[in-house]
């Protein structure tokens, strides 16, 4: 019988990981949503075998893990092994995503020209700027560029494979010019692409179907279809409620004496977020309470590959209150699986971490 919150958790590398270092957890996942830079950064800790905050961000400093957009229009890690052919792959589906607000904002050929020639530029030696220090270029270039125009002339550079993450100044987030952060590559066909995405992605968050693929890739129906196609039997799938779950190997087999796992995932986590359906991990009775603009869910309280609750954390000096906010009342020996899932946050902060429980919300 498929288990997929089971399941997921072996896919996912949250039980039972070999992983030990940040580079080999991006490229497991293809990419890792990462607007909330501080919880992506605690997404790979937690598929690794004991990583510290500090060395996750040496890691970023360095190179070995960049931040760009490139699957929808948000932030995510990737390898640069891996961000030049998934770039190609995706951007054309985030540009026409974009194109309205490209449109809205007058990021035509001529701005994207002008643009382009000002970064290269400015970046180029590794002189990495800051957004605000290469606004203040464009605009005296006579390019006026602030809010959302200037979000989207950046992302566009990024799709284009201009630009990318570089080394934080402090607590600034720099740029790069891709081309010095990254080694030139074989080309990789889009057939070729289109495989070891498809193929990395079910491997690394199936059971799931090809409505979740399509939420997290961006990629259109055809070519969700062309890449199981492509893969032919080095895809499994099982039938859950209807739908056709996919997943690489065999499926774990039960324990039924296993102790509690709980985990601390952040808001945009690969295993609970872009989910077409998320019945398999939260319980009927909460999934109400599933739905981001309710405002309820912050970070996801998580039990033996279930949703249970939500949890936030606050930032003192030498601790981190971590704020727990279960649907409802736990168990003993869920909550000191839960307490023991704090003690691990507190180790990678390098904080003494101050548990504290609200009221249960049913």
Not at 92 to 110: L, S
Not at 117 to 145: H, M, S, W
Not at 231 to 251: K, M, P, S, T
Not at 306 to 320: A, H, P
């Amino acid at each position: 019988m498929l288990d997929i919150a089971t399941h997921r958790l072996h896919s996912q590398k949250l039980v039972n990981t070999t992983l030990t270092d940040p580079t080999a957890a991006v490229e497991w996942l293809g990419a890792v949503q990462s607007q909330d830079y501080m919880g992506a950064k605690w997404a790979l800790a937690q598929r690794t075998t004991g990583l510290k905050d500090d060395e996750v961000e040496q890691a970023f400093n360095d190179g070995y893990i960049l931040r760009t957009h490139v699957l929808r229009p948000t932030w995510h890690f990737l390898t640069p092994g891996d961000i030049r052919w998934i770039l190609a792959l995706t951007a054309p589906h985030v540009h026409q995503m974009n194109g309205t607000y490209y449109r809205k904002f007058a990021i035509d050929e001529t701005v994207i020209s002008r643009s382009r020639d000002v970064f290269t530029k400015a970046l180029q030696g590794q002189n990495y700027q800051t957004r605000e220090q290469l606004a203040t270029l464009l605009d005296g270039a006579g390019i006026p560029a602030d809010g959302l125009r200037l979000a989207y002339i950046m992302m566009h550079a990024e799709l284009e494979g201009l630009i990318c993450s570089g080394p934080r100044a402090g607590k600034q987030f720099t740029y790069a010019l891709l081309d010095e952060r990254v080694p030139a590559a074989p080309p990789v066909t889009l057939d070729e692409a289109l495989a070891t995405l498809t193929y990395r992605y079910f491997a690394s968050h199936g059971p799931a179907t090809v409505k979740d693929y399509g939420l997290w890739s961006l990629l259109t129906m055809k070519h969700i279809k062309h890449g199981l196609h492509l893969l032919g039997d080095r895809l499994n799938h099982e039938a859950f409620n209807g739908q056709n779950y996919y997943f690489v190997g065999d499926i774990p087999t039960p324990d039924s004496h296993h102790p509690v796992t709980a985990y601390l995932l952040p808001n945009y986590d690969e295993a609970m977020g872009r989910s077409a359906d998320p019945s398999p991990v939260i319980d009927p009775r909460f999934a109400q309470l599933w739905d981001p603009k309710r405002g309820v869910l912050a970070h996801y309280l998580v039990i033996d590959g279930r949703i249970v609750g939500s949890w936030q954390r606050v930032f003192k000096r030498d601790t981190v209150v971590i704020q727990l906010k279960p649907f409802v009342a736990l168990t003993d020996e869920q909550t000191s699986a839960v307490e023991a899932a704090c003690q691990r946050y507190g180790t990678f902060l390098g904080l003494t971490p101050v548990p504290e429980w609200l009221p249960p919300v049913l």
